[in-house]
């Protein structure tokens, strides 16, 4: 199993053949659930909106990167912070594309 940079976090492997829809359920309610509120409001925005038409490779690149520490994310997704290779993505993109400000108002 890969090394994730979160102490204590331990999630098994991804699943392959778990329903897509719970998966999909699953997977919203950790975007929206992370532990700080900038992390839930970046990923739990991204998850309504583009969660429901992920395909499943992408599904697997959004939940390895949910494995990640939320402030390495939220630097991430902001560009305060450049994210390794294996992030760099069209689901990171997706995650960048989003108007947070509006969002919030």
Do not use: C
């Not at 429901?52 to 992408?58: H, P, V, Y």
């Not at 939940?63 to 689901?91: C, F, H």
Request: net charge negative.
């Amino acid at each position: 199993m890969a090394q994730f940079n979160t102490p204590g976090f331990i999630e098994g492997k991804i699943d392959k053949d778990e329903n897509i829809e719970i998966r999909r359920k699953r997977l919203k309610f950790r975007s929206w659930h992370r532990g700080i509120k900038e992390a839930d409001i970046l990923l739990g925005s991204f998850a309504d909106q583009f969660l429901d038409s992920l395909s499943s490779s992408q599904l697997d690149d959004y939940e390895t990167m949910l494995r990640e520490p939320d402030s390495d994310l939220v630097a991430w997704i902001t560009g305060d912070k450049v994210a390794p290779e294996q992030y760099n993505n069209d689901v990171l993109a997706m995650l960048k594309s989003i108007d947070y400000i509006k969002i919030l108002k």
